[in-house]
């Protein structure tokens, strides 16, 4: 049986070459880099309970084995110039948790190892630079001209994703103003911070602006709201977290600083997730982009890699088409929810940021006004066949 051919070994690719074998089928999965890069940062923190579960589907006991290197906190809380407005600690679940936290870098060093142990062969340092389909098939040809033959080929490409480009299958979608600045920070021994997920609303310690903190196994992440106008020089580099990063999180931490980076809001979603004969299936950041609130971009990833997976083991025109249009929803419903996140993050109308002042003053007596501070950063949550939700 010619092997099923995946592109791309970022954790979606990963996922998807696990899914592959575990509908008994052969998988090559080509990736650019070389066998011991180092991948960046701890970006996708959030690992879903539906994620987990769609990923112990694929692999028995591969949840168990990422829960318990991941971090779960029981409390969040929300402040408000420097006040609190709502505090909510959960009582820790039986059975799988809600979610669990750990740098993307680790969890795919679980599905890597997940893959290999299942059988998936890796053609490291192959870059694909060329797809050609055809009603029967795929032609990829590497850098080197290099050519492989499949009936069926799952892009995972990314964000910059070769496969889609030749494909000619345009993002369509919207670019946030302003930035973000993400700082992983390592722990320090014996005096971590609380385990706690904290969103602080234009917080005094940084001129009033507003920072969300979020543990991982060894460290914590910070995410620095920029202004429109802010110079990304005076927040965004490894000297300026220097300078900021104290009135966040206190003293301590200047040499503790793990990586530093930009990013704005994204909300794109390819116009087709396959191409015309129903032989590519994209999945991940090749077919969408959303922002880090709400935790939608590997998690919905991962249920596309899924899904992709069911698509070719049925090995129909039609199935492909339904993963395309199931999957193309969900990734309209996270945009939609992203951007619903994003009007409240950062409002275009002064009447969003008087409601939120006037929420956290009535927070103390209407603990619906914290509950509503405490949860809108993240967007709505739920909606089938989507893979969304909050940080918890
Ligand atoms: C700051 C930040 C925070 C984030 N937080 C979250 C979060 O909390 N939760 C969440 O769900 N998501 C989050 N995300 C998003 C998450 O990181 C991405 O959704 C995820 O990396 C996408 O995975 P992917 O496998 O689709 O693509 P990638 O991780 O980009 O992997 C693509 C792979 O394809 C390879 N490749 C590219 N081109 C070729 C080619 N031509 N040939 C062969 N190989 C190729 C690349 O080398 C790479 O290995 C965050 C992102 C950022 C930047």
Redesign the pocket.
């Known amino acids: 049986m010619n092997p099923v051919i995946v592109?791309?070994?970022?954790?979606?690719?990963l996922s998807a070459a696990l899914a592959l074998r575990a509908q008994g089928l052969p998988v090559v999965l080509?990736?650019?880099?070389p066998e011991d890069r180092e991948r960046p940062?701890s970006?996708?923190?959030?690992v879903h309970r539906e994620t987990l579960r769609t990923l112990d589907d694929m692999c028995p006991g591969l949840a168990a084995e990422i829960t318990s290197y991941g971090r779960t906190w029981h409390t969040r809380r929300t402040l408000y110039r420097g006040r609190e407005v709502y505090a909510r600690t959960f009582p820790p679940p039986s059975g799988l948790p809600p979610f669990t936290s750990l740098r993307?870098v680790d969890t795919e060093r679980f599905l890597r190892a997940a893959c290999e142990r299942a059988g998936v062969e890796f053609g490291w340092a192959?870059?694909?630079?060329g797809v050609d389909t055809s009603p029967s098939g795929v032609t990829l040809v590497g850098e080197d001209g290099q050519e492989w033959n499949a009936k069926y080929v799952v892009a995972?490409?990314?964000?910059?994703?070769?496969v889609r480009r030749a494909l000619d299958i345009a993002m369509e979608g919207v670019r946030g103003e302003g930035f973000h600045v993400?700082v992983d920070v390592a722990d320090v021994p014996d005096a971590e911070l609380p385990l706690e997920r904290v969103f602080h609303y234009e917080h005094p310690g940084v001129g009033g602006r507003s920072v969300m903190r979020v543990p991982f196994t060894g460290g914590f992440q910070v995410d620095l709201q920029c202004r429109d106008d802010d110079p990304e020089e005076a927040y965004g580099t490894e000297d300026a977290v220097r300078e900021w990063l104290p009135g966040v999180v206190g003293e301590g931490y200047a040499d503790r600083i793990l990586w530093v980076?930009t990013?704005r809001f994204l909300r794109k979603v390819a116009a087709s997730f396959t191409d015309p004969h129903r032989r590519v299936l994209l999945?991940?950041?090749?077919a969408h982009l959303f922002p880090?609130f709400g935790?939608?971009?590997?998690?919905s990833?991962i249920a596309d890699a899924a899904a992709a997976a069911q698509a070719v083991a049925a090995g129909t025109a039609d199935a492909v088409a339904g993963f395309a249009d199931v999957r193309r929803a969900a990734g309209l419903f996270n945009s939609e929810a992203a951007g619903v996140a994003l009007d409240h993050l950062r409002p275009r109308r002064r009447i969003v940021r008087l409601r939120q002042r006037a929420a956290a003053a009535l927070a103390p007596v209407l603990p619906s006004c914290g509950s509503w501070l405490e949860h809108a950063p993240y967007g709505p949550r739920g909606g089938a066949p989507a893979v969304a939700g909050g940080?918890y």
């Open positions: 592109v791309g070994a970022g954790p979606v690719g080509l990736e650019a880099d940062g970006r996708a923190l959030f993307q192959t870059r694909i630079v995972a490409d990314g964000a910059r994703s070769t993400v980076s990013y999945v991940g950041e090749a880090p935790a939608r971009g590997m998690n990833g940080k």
